[in-house]
């Protein structure tokens, strides 16, 4: 089956009708049935599927074992995302053991298709949740403290789903046995249209982090309250907004402020306290520091100012992420001469790649968009990504 004919079988699945795109979020019942999906289409290959401590699913060709080949992706999204991101470099795994079944190939050693939970970080607020827990890169009593906004902690959905929180954590044997990873991915840019090329193999990926601004002021009647008697935290916060992208432009950084979230959000109610994130991202993991400093400050002035006060929370931080020199060499040489690309989006293989031998490739998408409806890839860039990641597998797993 095609790659694309595999993701149409998607198209319907946690479709969000009041943001447009996709909303599939860890555990829920959308996430649910992509999990579902996904373990079907890899026992009909004869693949042994099972889920890990940390709720990340493998489905596996002979294995598991040491020194084993794995690829794969995350199926969850952003909200109001796109179709690709994630999905994409699932079902090109599902399509490359298609096609490396087709032509009688058997792995000499262990070969394995990897979903991971809570990429996106869409409920619980920490990307990259599962491999973060696979690698011990954060704690299991951190990872189950983490609460969605209905109050739900990490810990409780892990066990709704017929996880064990007691058992979830780093996984150095489960870990330990990759030889190999790589991941195919939808471009989010648009390197590969401007180059004229299908594919790219992954150079770096830029360092990013999330901090939450929690601006606390005084609730009160819009009517009621005169201006000079007022402590609004919003007041402060919209001014970071702005400062955010003024730091990011001296620094030659990206920051982004994608959620604010006032409390308790009534339209005639001056708000009590009023929540942003920060998502701030730079080539040196000290720009970032610099910028999140500054951005700091700016808000404490400005809170200052408003009667109000800030407090800056950290949620999770990646540094900048370099792949494997070597494994970059071979697949550029294996494929074509593919071109190298670097990406600003952070990725599972990012956080593997300090513990695993780590490469990424990238299917062009024609919009350069993601994180939204528009993102897209074309059937044949779809079955080009595929065609390359089976000749990676059959090249590693032989
Ligand atoms: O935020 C990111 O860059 C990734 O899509 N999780
Ligand atoms: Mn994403
Ligand atoms: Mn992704």
Not at 69 to 97: K, Q, R
Not at 203 to 212: F, K
Not at 228 to 234: F, I, T
Not at 292 to 313: I, K, M, W, Y
Request: glycine share 12%; charged share 25%; net charge negative.
């Amino acid at each position: 089956m095609s790659t694309s004919a595999l993701l149409a079988q998607l198209d319907d699945v946690g479709r969000d009708p009041r943001r447009g795109g996709y909303s599939r979020h860890v555990f829920d019942p959308a996430e649910r049935d992509l999990r579902d999906w996904f373990g079907e289409q890899a026992r009909a290959r004869g693949l042994d599927v099972h889920a890990d401590r940390n709720a990340n699913l493998w489905a596996w060709w002979g294995g598991p074992g040491p020194d084993a080949v794995v690829t794969g992706s995350h199926l969850d999204s952003v909200p109001g995302g796109g179709a690709f991101d994630g999905p994409l470099g699932v079902a090109a795994a599902l399509g490359a053991v298609d096609e490396l079944r087709a032509t009688g190939f058997q792995p000499g050693r262990p070969l394995a298709i990897v979903v991971f939970a809570e990429e996106e970080g869409g409920r619980f607020g920490v990307p990259c949740l599962g491999s973060r827990l696979l690698s011990g890169s954060i704690d299991r009593d951190t990872a189950c403290a983490l609460r969605d906004q209905g109050g739900t902690t990490f810990a409780e959905a892990l066990r709704a789903a017929g996880g064990d929180p007691a058992r979830a954590g780093a996984d150095p044997e489960l870990l330990g046995g990759i030889g190999k990873f790589v991941e195919l991915h939808v471009e989010q840019g648009r390197g590969l249209v401007d180059l004229g090329r299908p594919v790219a193999v992954a150079t770096s990926i830029l360092g990013h982090g999330r901090w939450r601004f929690r601006f606390r002021g005084q609730g009160n009647h819009a009517g009621a309250t005169p201006l000079e008697d007022r402590s609004d935290p919003m007041l402060p916060a919209a001014r970071t907004v702005l400062a955010a992208r003024e730091a990011a432009a001296r620094h030659e950084a990206r920051a982004t402020v994608g959620r604010l979230v006032p409390n308790p959000g009534g339209t005639n109610v001056i708000a009590s306290s009023t929540d942003l994130w920060l998502d701030a991202r730079a080539p040196l993991d000290t720009t970032t520091r610099a910028v999140v400093a500054e951005l700091t400050a700016r808000a404490e002035e400005h809170a200052r100012a408003e009667g109000c006060r800030v407090d800056v929370t950290e949620e999770s931080y990646s540094p900048t992420a370099h792949f494997d020199q070597g494994l970059r060499a071979e697949l550029t040489a294996l494929l074509d001469d593919a071109p190298a690309l670097a990406t600003g989006a952070g990725h599972d293989a990012g956080v593997l790649s300090t513990r695993v031998p780590t490469s990424m490739l990238f299917v062009r998408n024609p919009t350069g968009i993601s994180h939204a409806p528009d993102e897209h890839a074309e059937p044949a860039d779809c079955e080009a990504g595929t065609a390359a990641l089976a000749r990676v597998l059959r090249r590693w797993a032989a």
